[in-house]
Every structure is written in structure tokens, then in C-alpha cells.
């Protein structure tokens, strides 16, 4: 199976600085028939169901403030959001689509600092 | 709106069986693959099952195999999971979740989710 991590365990930004998350893949994640990877990012405020955020490691679900943005190709990504609010205090959550494993990273918490 | 609501979490003795159901609205639900996820009590998400919209494509995670069986009634716009020997480690909160590919034909994500059920597996 894919293994996913994901780096920080946690971490605290101020309101509207830059937060960044790192996310890898045990093995690639790209599909080359249409050089699209298999990768999504997923937002779970707490008591809440996740959310989805990014797709194809890149592409921000509708609805999605444009604040949050995925990078990254292959084995590395990275979830960058670009002024944290107050709202976006959650777990984050990335996952490959690309085997049928479905594996998710095991999170990282941001908070307010 | 587009809607998941899954039903039929409690309280079971280790050995024992469930059967969760997730109501579907809002979509033609025979269009989607569908999933079940489950999160244990302050941990992180684990994939349990996937099944493709007509039922011909079945999944399951290594940790569930030969306990859980995952179906669906397109008829009824409802998804299942029937647990069996349940365990210890089977206590989580069960989401269903829709599986989207975007027409690629390969692997979906997930793009909406219900609220979950609650299992729990105690003596």
C-alpha cells in the first residue's frame, strides 16, 4: 500500500500569515495516461465530517476560498493557505486516490497563534 | 441539497454485527461509486470500503476483509455496510462518502460526505 505522511504534526500561524503543510507519497502518485496525481487534501473542523478542499493535487473544489492552494507533483505536495482566518483552524488531511488503498496521511493540526 | 445521512451505529459486544445504512439525496446516486471511511475516537481517517456505481467493483482495506461487506440499492438511493465479528478496534465514527472521478473512469476522491455514525464495540 501507499504511504502517506505528512509534516508538521502541527503547527500555530497568525491570523493572515502563511501556513504550510507538507504532504509525500511512498511511491508516485502520478497517473501518466493523463499526467494528473492522485492526490487530495481534506479540512476537518472539529465534530465535523471532512471536507473536501483540493483535487488532483492542484485543482480547489467549488466553493473553496482561493486562499487555500495545493502543489506539488509525484511523490511531494505541499497545502499552502495564504492568509490564515480564523476559520481554517482544523485538521488537514491529505490522500491518494491513485491506488485502491485510498490511504490518508495521518494530519496536522493548525491553530491560531 | 445535495445529502448523505447514515444510520444504524450503537453500541455491540466484541463478535458481534451491524449493519450501517447512508441515505442518498440531492444527486443521482447511481451515477457514483461510493465509500465508506471511518475515524477512531481522536485518531485520523482510514478508508474501509469502495463499491462502483453499478455494484460490479468491490474494496476493502486489508483490516476489514472477510468481516465487512459493502453494497448498495440504487433503487432505494442507499449505500451499506453489514459488520461482522466485530472487534475492539472496529469502534469509530462511519462516514459514507461519494466518490467522484470526473468522468475519468479511474480512482475517485471524495467529494461529499455525511455526518457520520457512531460505533462502538464493547463488553
Known amino acids: 500500500d501507499i504511504v502517506m505522511t505528512q509534516s508538521p504534526d502541527s503547527l500555530a500561524v497568525s491570523l493572515g500569515e502563511r501556513a504550510t503543510i507538507n504532504c509525500k507519497s511512498s511511491q508516485s502518485v502520478l497517473y501518466s495516461s493523463n499526467n494528473k496525481n492522485y492526490l487530495a487534501w481534506y479540512q476537518q473542523k472539529p465534530g465535523q465530517p471532512p471536507k473536501l478542499l483540493i483535487y488532483?493535487?492542484?485543482t480547489r473544489e467549488s466553493g473553496v476560498p482561493d486562499r487555500f492552494s495545493g502543489s506539488g507533483s509525484g511523490t511531494d505536495f505541499t497545502l499552502t493557505i495564504s492568509s490564515l482566518q480564523a476559520e481554517d483552524v482544523a485538521v488537514y488531511y491529505c490522500?491518494?486516490?491513485?491506488?485502491?488503498?485510498?490511504?490518508f496521511g495521518p494530519g496536522t493540526k493548525v491553530d491560531i497563534k | 441539497e445535495v445529502q448523505l445521512v447514515e444510520s444504524g451505529g450503537g453500541l455491540v459486544q466484541p463478535g458481534g454485527s451491524l449493519r450501517l445504512s447512508c441515505a442518498a439525496s440531492?444527486?443521482?446516486?447511481?451515477?457514483?461509486?461510493m465509500n465508506w471511511v471511518r475515524q477512531a475516537p481522536g485518531k485520523g481517517l482510514e478508508w474501509v470500503s469502495y463499491i462502483s456505481s453499478s455494484s460490479s467493483t468491490i474494496y476493502y482495506a486489508d483490516s476489514v476483509k472477510g468481516r465487512f461487506t459493502i453494497s448498495r440499492d440504487n433503487a432505494k438511493n442507499s449505500l451499506y455496510l453489514q459488520m461482522n465479528s466485530l472487534r475492539d478496534e472496529d469502534t469509530a465514527v462511519y462516514y459514507c462518502?461519494?466518490?467522484?472521478?470526473?468522468?475519468?473512469?479511474?480512482?475517485?476522491?471524495?467529494?461529499?460526505w455525511g455526518q457520520g455514525t457512531m460505533v462502538t464495540v464493547s463488553s
Open positions: 440531492g444527486f443521482t446516486f447511481s451515477s457514483y461509486s
Open positions: 488532483w493535487a492542484s
Open positions: 462518502a461519494r466518490g467522484e472521478d470526473l468522468g475519468t473512469t479511474v480512482l475517485p476522491f471524495f467529494d461529499i
Open positions: 490522500q491518494q486516490y491513485y491506488s485502491t488503498a485510498f490511504t
